[in-house]
């Protein structure tokens, strides 16, 4: 079992698919865990040449507790520029919810990050 295993077990489902674990912190009431989208565009922008222009403000979500530990999720969502019109754009979340074998628990989650 490698490191991407058991994360997924920690994490809602199917999040590894599109965000990575970059740090995590420990607190005597806490733990977060930061998390970057993947340099990946959305398919449906496939035609269109877009460049990544960094990142929303991250957002912080309560998940699950851990081990008797509140835990964060500390979510940035990646953002890319389509050069063709110039217009900013990024993953619609609701479309990857329909199409791709996220589960309801990790659509929801997105949904509830893209509200902020």
Same mark, same amino acid.
């Given at each position: 079992?490698?490191?991407?295993?058991?994360?997924?077990?920690? @994490?809602? *489902?199917?999040?590894?698919?599109?965000?990575?674990?970059?740090?995590?912190? $420990? +607190?005597? #009431?806490?733990?977060? %865990?930061?998390?970057?989208?993947?340099?990946?565009?959305?398919?449906?922008?496939?035609?269109?040449?877009?460049?990544?222009?960094?990142?929303?403000?991250?957002?912080?979500?309560?998940?699950?507790? @851990?081990? *008797?530990?509140?835990?964060?999720?500390?979510?940035?969502?990646?953002?890319? $520029? +389509?050069? #063709?019109?110039?217009? %900013?754009?990024?993953?619609?979340?609701?479309?990857?919810?329909?199409?791709?074998?996220?589960?309801?628990?990790?659509?929801?989650?997105?949904?509830?990050?893209?509200?902020?």
């Amino acid at each position: 079992m490698n490191l991407n295993d058991v994360l997924s077990l920690l @994490l809602p *489902g199917g999040m590894l698919d599109y965000f990575s674990v970059i740090k995590t912190e $420990t +607190n005597k #009431d806490y733990y977060t %865990i930061y998390l970057e989208e993947h340099n990946a565009p959305p398919s449906e922008y496939s035609a269109s040449k877009l460049v990544s222009k960094g990142f929303y403000e991250a957002v912080t979500i309560q998940d699950f507790p @851990l081990r *008797g530990k509140a835990c964060y999720l500390n979510v940035r969502r990646r953002r890319w $520029t +389509n050069e #063709d019109t110039g217009d %900013i754009v990024s993953r619609d979340w609701d479309l990857v919810a329909k199409g791709t074998r996220m589960t309801q628990e990790f659509a929801s989650f997105l949904k509830a990050i893209n509200r902020f």
